[in-house]
T-cell receptor, first 109, second 114 residues
Framework: GQNIDQPTEMTATEGAIVQINCTYQ??????LFWYQQHAGEAPTFLSY??LDGLEEKGRFSSFLSRSKGYSYLLLKELQMKDSASYLC??????????WGAGTKLIIKP | NAGVTQTPKFRVLKTGQSMTLLCAQD?????MYWYRQDPGMGLRLIHY???????AKGEVPDGYNVSRLKKQNFLLGLESAAPSQTSVYFC?????????????FGEGSRLTVL
């Protein structure tokens, strides 16, 4: 079966750095997405990785290792507004998105 | 910049009632999707469409029907609502797949079935 694993909840301090991991087992691979979802709101796109390596976008970076079935989202200089759920999703060989359950990130002052 | 608009935002139904959720997008996207989101679970695809006049089943299609008569609209119907269909429903659209597969989501429709 297809599976996406990510931690259920993480806590970090304002101004610090946090890494949210995602491991996957899917039928084929056509890219990995990270989305941010604030409570009661819709998910919004953060990043897309299809090749191995690190993609940096401001305070957020996303890393992919296809051989290990592994990705992480790195958030630097954490702000209170970063408190949200972070969703990992993999596009399989049929271009269908398989979603993880999301990681709830709690930022403390 | 409306993007993706869903109506209604909230609805309470009694078991056995029917209803339709409307999704409209103004980005000329070919692909449209209906997801449900339940606590502790990832987004689950109900139905999707790859273009006007087409629909296809997703992961959890039972109890739902869809139509895509116009490119900009994607309707989700519940013919006979059940308590198991209590959920938050998200519509999304995209211009393509792969690197262009970024999804744009509506604000969500919270449905409660009593």
């Amino acid at each position: 079966g297809q599976n996406i694993d990510q931690p259920t909840e993480m806590t970090a301090t304002e101004g610090a750095i946090v890494q949210i991991n995602c491991t996957y087992q899917t039928s084929g691979f056509n890219g990995l997405f990270w989305y941010q979802q604030h409570a009661g709101e819709a998910p919004t796109f953060l990043s897309y990785n299809v090749l191995d390596g690190l993609e940096e976008k401001g305070r957020f970076s996303s890393f992919l290792s296809r051989s290990k079935g592994y990705s992480y989202l790195l958030l630097k200089e954490l702000q209170m507004k970063d408190s949200a759920s972070y969703l990992c999703a993999v596009m399989d060989s049929n271009y269908q998105l398989i979603w993880g359950a999301g990681t709830k990130l709690i930022i403390k002052p | 910049n409306a993007g993706v608009t869903q109506t209604p935002k909230f609805r309470v139904l009694k078991t056995g009632q029917s209803m339709t959720l409307l999704c409209a997008q103004d980005m000329n996207h070919e692909y449209m999707y209906w997801y449900r989101q339940d606590p502790g679970m990832g987004l689950r695809l109900i139905h999707y469409s790859v273009g006007e006049g087409t629909t296809a089943k997703g992961e959890v299609p039972d109890g739902y029907n869809v139509s895509r008569l116009k490119k900009q609209n994607f309707l989700l119907g519940l013919e006979s609502a059940a308590p198991s269909q209590t959920s938050v429903y998200f519509c999304a659209s995209s211009s393509g797949q792969g690197s262009t597969g970024e999804l744009f989501f509506g604000e969500g429709s919270r449905l409660t079935v009593l």
